[in-house]
């Protein structure tokens, strides 16, 4: 089985909560990856920070990038895209990635995740 975790809203919130988590899903053999929105060397740099950095990363703009969706930025160097492109994102990677299970905290991803097998858990189911 492999479990993604976001970034913002899971992990930097919830770290101590979560990593437990993580060491038993990786002690019985799982995967364990983190899907965020950032591109990777931002991923990087913010999971220094809770020293959660050893997993397999996934970036909705990187990934959105290969799919060649354009994006704009904003004066603070944030990316954006259409909507219905963004909110459906992870749904797509966990498909394309092989990911059983994404942890996030945005309801806005789940919809999607009616239309593949992976299945979608809000922070608050597990915390």
Known sequence: ?????????????????????????????HQVCIVSGPAI?????????I?????IKYSVVD??????????WDEK????CDE???WDSKARMCKHYGIDY?????????PAFELID????HISEII
């Open 77 to 80: 160097g944030t990316p954006w």
């Open 51 to 55: 020293d959660m950095n050893s997993m």
């Open 84 to 86: 219905e492109t963004w």
């Open 63 to 72: 990934y959105l990038s290969m799919e060649g969706t354009e994006f704009t």
């Open 118 to 121: 992976a299945k979608f858990i």
């Open 1 to 29: 089985m492999k479990v993604g975790f976001d970034l913002h809203g899971v992990l930097d919130t919830y770290p101590e909560k979560i990593k437990p988590m993580i060491e038993m899903l990786r002690l019985t053999g």
């Open 102 to 110: 994404l942890v996030d905290d945005s309801l806005k991803y789940k």
């Open 41 to 49: 060397p931002e991923i990087i740099r913010q999971l220094d920070k």
